[in-house]
C-alpha cells in the first residue's frame, strides 16, 4: 500500500501533511500524560513549560510564548501575529489538566504512557492531551515552516477546565474580543467496530453546568427517641424527588439537526422516535430518549444527586445534611430558573439551596458557513463521504465561559475513535495512535481555511 500513500500525498493540496511532524505529535501526547496534571499536583506550570520548550524550539519567540500562573496551575498562550491587524484573533483551546486516577485501580500506571496494541493509555490520553498535541504540533510546524495566516492565530490551554475552571475564566476575559474560537475538546468523529469512520460530530453548544448544595438542619439529639425532623430523612426524600424529576424538553437548531441526521443510521424505535422529537416536539418521543443514557442530554435539563454528607456519630440524631446535586443546563436557561425549579421538585421549604462556585450560563453558537464548511472539507479530505453532524454536548468544556462573552465557539477535535473506546475519565483510558498523521491534517486544513 506505500505506493498508494505516496500517490495521494501527491494528490493533496500543497501543505497538507507538511505542517504537523506525527512524531512530534507523538512524542509530545505520551510526554505529556506523563505529568501528573491533576487537581492539586502542581504539575501544570510544569506540562505548560514543556509545552513552552517545544514551541520554542520550533522558533516561536519567548515574547510570543506566554505562561500565567494561576494559583497552583497555569494558563499558556502561543501566537502566531496574522498580516492584517485589522482582522479578530482565531483562537484555539485546550486543556493541559485531568481528572484524578488511582494507579491501584489500572492495568497499568495511569501517569506511566504506554503503547501497546495500537494505542497509547494513559491518564488524559483522550480528555484532553490528545488534541492539544496535535495542536500544539501543529502551530510548531507553521512555524518552522514560516506560514503568516492575514488573521492572528493564537493557541490557548487552559489549567482547570475539570474542576474550576479559573483559568477558563480568565483566558475568556482576556480574549473575548476575538473573532471565534476552535476547541479540541469537543466534537470528534465515530468509527465502527471495524475501524471504519460513521460520522463527525461538530460541537456548536453545550449544556451549562451548574452544581447546587441542598442543606437540611435539625437540634438532633439521642437515637433512641427519633424526631420527625431528621435531616438524613428529609435529605433521602429530596433526592427521591429529585431522582424522579424530569425536566421539559427541549429542542434547538443543533438538537433538532442532530437527531435528524442520526435517525435513520440508529433507526428502530429510537430512530422514530429521534425523528418525531426534532420535527414535532412530541412528548412521548422524548421521554422515551430520556430513557437512554445517551441521549437524554440531548433533550432535557438533567439534575442529578452526586455526593452527600451527614450526620456526627452513630448514636446520635443528625444535625446536619447536606446533598450536592449536578445540573447539566439546556441552552439558553438561566440558572436562577433550575434553581428555583429544583425547589419546586424538593418540596421542603426548611432546606437551603446554595449555588456553588460561579457558573455561567451560554447560548449555542450559530452555525456560521465559514466553520461548518471548512469542518466538513477537512473530515472530507480525511474520510471521504461520511456526515459532518452539528452537535449539543450534555457536559460543559472551556468554550461555555467564551460563548458566555459572545465568541462563537466549535468543538472541533480531531480524535476519531471507536464508541467501545471511548474511557475519558474513567479506567485505561486510551487512544489510537494510527489516527495522528490524519489528525494533524485536519487541524491544518481547518486553521489554514479559516485564518488565510
Not at 506525527?22 to 509530545?28: F, G, H, M
Not at 424530569?246 to 440508529?266: G, Y
Not at 438561566?334 to 425547589?343: C, G, M, N, R
Not at 495512535?433 to 485536519?442: E, P, R, Y
Request: with cysteine; net charge negative; charged share 25%.
Amino acid at each position: 500500500m506505500k505506493w498508494w500513500a505516496a500517490f495521494m500525498a501527491l494528490c493533496l493540496p500543497q501543505g497538507a501533511w507538511a505542517a504537523g511532524d506525527p512524531a512530534l505529535a507523538k512524542a509530545v501526547l505520551m510526554k505529556s500524560i506523563a505529568f501528573r496534571t491533576v487537581e492539586g499536583s502542581g504539575q501544570v506550570p510544569r506540562l505548560a513549560a514543556y509545552y513552552a520548550a517545544v514551541l520554542r524550539d520550533a522558533g516561536f519567540a519567548a515574547a510570543d510564548v506566554e505562561i500565567v500562573p494561576v494559583g497552583e496551575t497555569a494558563t499558556l498562550a502561543a501566537t502566531i501575529r496574522g498580516s492584517d491587524p485589522r482582522l479578530k484573533s482565531l483562537l484555539i483551546i485546550g486543556h493541559m489538566d485531568v481528572v484524578a486516577a488511582n494507579p491501584a485501580d489500572w492495568a497499568r500506571d495511569p501517569f506511566v504512557p504506554v503503547e501497546e496494541g495500537g494505542y497509547i493509555f494513559g491518564r488524559g490520553a483522550e480528555d484532553n492531551k490528545y488534541d492539544v498535541a496535535m495542536m500544539v504540533a501543529t502551530v510548531a510546524g507553521f512555524r518552522k515552516e514560516g506560514w503568516q495566516p492575514r488573521r492572528t492565530v493564537i493557541l490557548l490551554l487552559s489549567g482547570d477546565e475539570e474542576t474550576h475552571m479559573r483559568t477558563t475564566r480568565a483566558l475568556a476575559e482576556k480574549y473575548k474580543g476575538a473573532e471565534l474560537l476552535l476547541n479540541g475538546d469537543g466534537g470528534g468523529g465515530l468509527l465502527d467496530e471495524d475501524g471504519q469512520a460513521l460520522l463527525y460530530q461538530l460541537q456548536a453548544g453545550e449544556k451549562t453546568y451548574a452544581d447546587f448544595e441542598i442543606g437540611f438542619t435539625d437540634a438532633g439529639g439521642h437515637s433512641s427517641a427519633p424526631t420527625a425532623g431528621n435531616p438524613i430523612h428529609r435529605m433521602a426524600r429530596a433526592i427521591d424527588r429529585i431522582a424522579a424529576y424530569r425536566f421539559a424538553p427541549m429542542r434547538n437548531e443543533l438538537t433538532k439537526a442532530s437527531l435528524l441526521l442520526s435517525a435513520d443510521r440508529i433507526g428502530g424505535a429510537v430512530g422514530m422516535a429521534m425523528r418525531r422529537y426534532a420535527e414535532m416536539g412530541d412528548r412521548k418521543a422524548a421521554d422515551l430518549l430520556s430513557e437512554y443514557p445517551e441521549f437524554v442530554g440531548q433533550v432535557r435539563t438533567t439534575c442529578v444527586a452526586t455526593m452527600a454528607q451527614a450526620g456526627h456519630a452513630l448514636n446520635a440524631l443528625p444535625q446536619s445534611a447536606k446533598v450536592d446535586v449536578n445540573c447539566r443546563i439546556f441552552p439558553g436557561i438561566a440558572i436562577d430558573v433550575v434553581k428555583a425549579e429544583l425547589a419546586r421538585a424538593i418540596d421542603d421549604a426548611s432546606a437551603t439551596i446554595t449555588t456553588l462556585d460561579d457558573p455561567k450560563a451560554s447560548e449555542a453558537s450559530p452555525l456560521r458557513e465559514d466553520v461548518v464548511e471548512a469542518v466538513r472539507a477537512a473530515v472530507s479530505a480525511r474520510y471521504p463521504g461520511i456526515p459532518v453532524i452539528p452537535s449539543m454536548s450534555a457536559g460543559a468544556t472551556d468554550s461555555v465561559y467564551f460563548r458566555a462573552l459572545g465568541v462563537p465557539s466549535y468543538g472541533v477535535s480531531s480524535l476519531f475513535q471507536r464508541g467501545e473506546d471511548g474511557f475519558a475519565h474513567g479506567l485505561d483510558e486510551r487512544v489510537p495512535v494510527a489516527g495522528i498523521k490524519a489528525a494533524l491534517d485536519q487541524w491544518e486544513r481547518i486553521l489554514k481555511a479559516l485564518a488565510e
